[in-house]
């Protein structure tokens, strides 16, 4: 299956999921995100604001910020993704033209250094059990994983989050493709040897 036939399977998929499930599906996920070691061992948890049809972030923000960690939320900027701290309840943010919440351009930016214990939430269409993950085909997360593992090293854990459909037998995948450390659902937490 290429990408391009695995990103239409999953975009249907995904617009099938009744909202009320997704929202209890989504909290089942971030409770055992939770549980991972990775979230832990994290000081600051970087995590995607959703867009509809998506895995619902909101509930691992709220967590992240109830444990004291720092929370960064991306920004696109042209063909960049920058991450930058988290002062508001992203649901009052405005969205953009895919429904996506902003944030401000003004608020602190999210700098990689190492000495960070730092947990990425990464979104995606699809995932496999070998850590490869399926985007929406514009590489932001795949530049993004590569410049800050450079950056910050073993501190750095990236792990994917997803409803257990999005959880595949295999994942088309490249040598520009970042693998993930991990993945979990609301049905299982997966840890990656890379």
């Known amino acids: 299956m290429t990408k391009a036939d695995l990103r239409s399977r999953m975009n249907d ?10 929202v209890r599906r989504s909290a089942r ?4 995100f939770q549980e991972t ?4 061992e994290a000081g600051v948890v970087l995590c995607f604001l959703s867009m509809p049809h998506e895995l619902e972030s909101a509930g691992l923000i709220d967590a992240a910020r109830a444990s004291g960690k720092s929370v960064a939320v991306p ?8 991450f930058l701290f988290l002062p508001v309840d992203p649901r009052d943010l405005p969205r953009d033209k895919w429904g996506i919440p902003v944030p401000d351009p003004g608020w602190e930016p999210f700098a990689a250094r190492r000495g960070t214990d730092l947990l990425v939430a ?3 269409l ?3 059990r070998r850590g490869n993950r399926l985007g929406r085909g514009k590489g932001y997360y795949d530049r993004f994983l590569g410049d800050t593992r450079a950056a910050v090293g073993r501190g750095l854990h990236a792990v994917g989050i997803c409803l ?3 959880l595949v037998d295999e994942v088309p995948h490249t040598e520009r493709d970042q693998r993930l ?12 040897s890379r």
């Open 126 to 128: 699809a995932f496999d």
């Open 181 to 192: 450390d991990g993945v979990v659902t609301e049905r299982e937490a997966l840890t990656v």
């Open 75 to 82: 920004r696109i900027e042209g063909d960049v993704i920058r």
């Open 164 to 166: 257990s459909e999005q």
């Open 13 to 22: 998929l995904l617009r099938q999921i009744d909202a009320h499930d997704l």
């Open 29 to 32: 996920a971030a409770r055992r």
């Open 122 to 124: 990464v979104p995606g």
């Open 37 to 40: 070691a990775a979230w832990q």
